[in-house]
């Protein structure tokens, strides 16, 4: 234990002298740097050659800061960034300048929605109604790959935002360039007033991933990404058009086959072609109405198998976009512990191990301007043979104050109806929330989250929060984390790790950029203290361990090597087995340690490896988990990924277990708009296999094709239990 605790001195010590040197930050600028888009008369076609006169008559913006992989000085790869608009379109055209053009590129896939990390990347953020809280980013690459993406408090992000926007590219022996296209129309600004000018706060930045050469437009700390928009310019010289009517239909049209068998039984259900789409209309620049009917979700990701061997419930993200979009607005939605409103628990039958249930209908309102967001959610959920009807509901009113703090409450509301059939009554569940984003300074970050839950059939009532405390600079982070739950808190419209329990996270670590080292980009020592224990009764210990990893290195190529151990303290006083191994009630403790390493991930061959081993509660165990990605090229991506787990001599009856878990993924482009994803997954513990084949087509911005095939069956070589699906779906998008 002494031991334990001089090396986590020694690594708070590394943040304390770190803190004593200086942050390096800077406070945003009193006065913005503004940049000017010029009107065109001439039509600019978006081809990425930016061959027409009016790009070169325009003001350039070249004045670039550098944050990786060193805060400020020369920039290797400058970037050149040009604003034109008309009566219909914003238009940014950039040059990525590059010594070695074309070879230097690095890109893994083309897929849209890309992993900003592994590529080149060029992005666009606008915070056109100067709310220093809000960004939607536009980003592409070398290839012409989309991404777009709302920011909250640059602190959470939502991915799975769509906007109908443009982007061609050309790819050069100097370099690459961009040509963007955005409709004003997906842009949500205020009205202009007569007299007085428009203003937009905009940043930009790129990454060029070779040299991982991080530069942004304007100077932003290295700790703060470009959606920070407290340091935003200002963009001006626009005459915007007034904001007019805005609707966006997107109706679909789906066919399904499924075939399921049991033993030597087989069942075929030919379902009848379902019709039904989503509606967005921005009825003012503020308020946006989202109707869905019929709702699919067809073609969303599909879960990936998991072995848990924790006390913890596992957390499975949300993968249907109508949920995901504006998922940052939601109370609690930055975390994986706490979740008044988890929007998982939609579309699920109200039993034990649920199957889907259909939806029938839905409606998302948003309003948000730069004094306060409104938004409210309901949903209705078709009975199943199994499971009534459901309404859903959520409401929710944030009010911003200062430059980026915000106080909001929410409410959620599930009502599930009686049915004569199953023999239920009616039920409902209501939960109260009140949060709150406090950033006193740039690098100091406070939010707290507490809410309460009334079950009617329980009748019990429940509570629960979390606090977070956090401060960030180029130097170090320091953390504290509160999370707790009653035994009676029963949110389920949401999502608890775990009930009647309170955990606490302190720790922190040191941000290093050694210049003896010049190979290292940056070395984070540090260390996180993780205790928990009973939320009715504090005196009651559940779990310790203190995390530390004295090597947690990135190398200049971005490559990464970590060296950590977790001493843990165990009192087990509940029925636990995980994976059938069942645990003797009473107090344990152990040490595992942990290697990990991965290669440069944006090359054409990249690889990882985790070796994670040491004793478990009264035995051993070894866990191995291995990946390998080879893309030649962007049109062509192929991994493997591998997980062993060996127990031995663990629980009641000193059991011994070895899991398998093989994972493969192809992925074949012929450009950015037609794709074909193949996905297979085999466990050895529940000798279940899956498949998931996905063919997608955009044959117009936003409106899809998709053929998708999936698999899953126990036992690979002699099904004993398998379910096949084929679904053919075309969607179809207009704005007006």
């Known amino acids: 234990m002494r031991y334990y605790l001089m090396t986590l001195v020694l690594m708070l010590q590394s943040v304390l002298i770190a803190q004593q040197r200086g942050t390096d930050n800077f406070p945003p600028p009193e006065i913005p740097v503004e940049i000017k888009a010029s009107r065109t008369s001439g039509k600019i076609i978006i081809d990425g050659k930016l061959n027409e006169t009016e790009w070169q008559n325009t003001e350039a913006v070249t004045d670039f800061f550098r944050v990786e992989p060193a805060q400020g000085g020369v920039i290797k790869n400058p970037t050149t960034v040009r604003v034109l608009y008309d009566n219909k379109y914003l238009y940014f055209g950039v040059f990525a300048k590059d010594s070695l053009g074309k070879k230097n590129i690095r890109m893994q896939d083309l897929r849209r929605d890309f992993n900003s990390g592994e590529n080149d990347v060029f992005g666009i953020q606008i915070d056109a109604q100067n709310t220093k809280q809000y960004a939607a980013s536009f980003q592409t690459t070398p290839y012409g790959n989309q991404l777009d993406l709302q920011s909250f408090n640059d602190n959470n992000t939502d991915r799975d935002w769509n906007a109908l926007w443009s982007v061609r590219t050309q790819r050069t022996d100097e370099g690459y360039y961009a040509e963007f296209a955005i409709p004003f129309k997906s842009i949500r600004y205020d009205k202009p007033v ?3 000018p428009v203003e937009w706060g905009i940043t930009f930045y790129r990454l060029a991933r070779k040299d991982f050469e991080k530069t942004v437009f304007p100077a932003i700390p290295q700790s703060f990404s470009q959606n920070r928009m407290v340091y935003a310019a200002k963009l001006t010289g626009l005459e915007v058009p007034p904001p007019s009517a805005n609707i966006r239909i997107e109706p679909y049209a789906l066919y399904q ?24 209309w921005a009825i003012n620049p503020n308020a946006v109405l989202d109707l869905t009917i019929n709702t699919d979700f067809a073609q969303a990701d599909v879960d990936r198998a998991v072995n848990n061997l924790e ?3 596992i957390f499975f993200p949300e993968r249907r976009q109508f949920f995901l979009e504006n998922s940052g607005i939601w109370a609690g939605g930055g975390n994986s512990e706490l979740r008044p409103f988890f929007s998982r628990t939609i579309g699920l039958e109200n039993t034990f191990n649920a199957a889907p249930a259909p939806l029938d209908a839905g409606a998302r309102y948003t309003d948000r301007n730069e004094n306060r967001t409104i938004a409210a959610l309901a949903v209705r959920q078709r009975n199943t043979d199994n499971s009534p009807a459901s309404t859903f509901g959520v409401a929710r009113y944030t009010q911003n104050y200062g430059k980026e703090n915000n106080v909001g409450a929410m409410v959620t509301y599930r009502l599930d109806d009686s049915s004569e059939d199953l023999g239920v009554s009616s039920q409902n569940n209501t939960t109260i929330s009140v949060d709150g984003f406090i950033r006193p300074k740039s690098e100091i970050t406070l939010s707290y989250l507490l809410s309460t839950s009334l079950d009617s059939e329980t009748g019990d009532t429940g509570y629960a929060g979390r606090i977070f405390a956090g401060s960030r600079t180029n130097k170090y982070y320091l953390g504290y984390v509160n999370t707790f739950v009653s035994d009676t808190y029963t949110p389920s419209m949401g999502f608890v790790f775990q009930k009647d329990v309170m955990y606490h996270s302190p720790g922190g670590y040191a941000i290093l950029r050694p210049k003896g080292l010049p190979f290292v980009r940056r070395w984070d020592p540090g260390a996180f203290f993780n205790y928990y224990h009973d939320f009715e009764d504090f005196g009651n210990f559940q779990q310790a361990s203190i995390y530390i990893f004295p090597i947690y290195t990135w190398f200049k190529d971005n490559s990464f090597v970590e060296a950590s151990f977790t001493p843990t303290w165990q009192n087990i006083n509940f029925n636990f ?24 991930q944006s090359k054409k061959l990249s690889g990882s490896i985790r070796y994670d081993f040491g004793n478990f509660y009264n035995g051993t165990r070894t866990t191995v988990l291995a990946g390998l990605r080879y893309a030649p090229s962007p049109h062509i ?12 001599g663990v629980g009641i009856l000193q059991g011994d277990l070895d899991t398998d878990l093989y994972t493969a993924s192809l992925r074949l482009a012929l450009n950015p708009r037609v794709q074909l994803s193949t996905f297979y997954q085999y466990n050895s513990f529940d000798e279940q296999g899956r498949w998931n084949i996905r063919f997608s087509w955009e044959y117009m911005p936003l409106s899809f094709i998709y053929l998708v095939f999936n698999d899953t069956q126990t036992d690979v070589f002699d099904p004993i239990q398998r379910n096949t699906q084929f679904i053919s779906k075309i969607t179809f998008l207009k704005q007006f």
Do not use: C, M, Q, W
């Not at 086959?257 to 967005?280: A, F, H, M, Q, R």
């Not at 087995?577 to 440069?600: C, K, Q, S």
């Not at 991506?637 to 031995?648: K, R, V």
């Open 194 to 196: 007569e007299g007085v």
């Open 257 to 280: 086959y499924d075939e399921s068998k049991t033993g030597n039984t087989i069942t075929n259900k030919l379902n009848e072609p379902k019709i039904g789409g989503d509606v967005k």
């Open 311 to 313: 006390r913890f419930n």
């Open 577 to 600: 087995a995980p994976l059938g191994l069942e645990i003797e009630e009473g107090e344990y403790h152990y040490t595992r340690f942990l290697v990990r390493y991965n290669t440069d």
């Open 637 to 648: 991506s192929l991994s493997a990924d591998y997980e062993h787990n060996n127990i031995n």
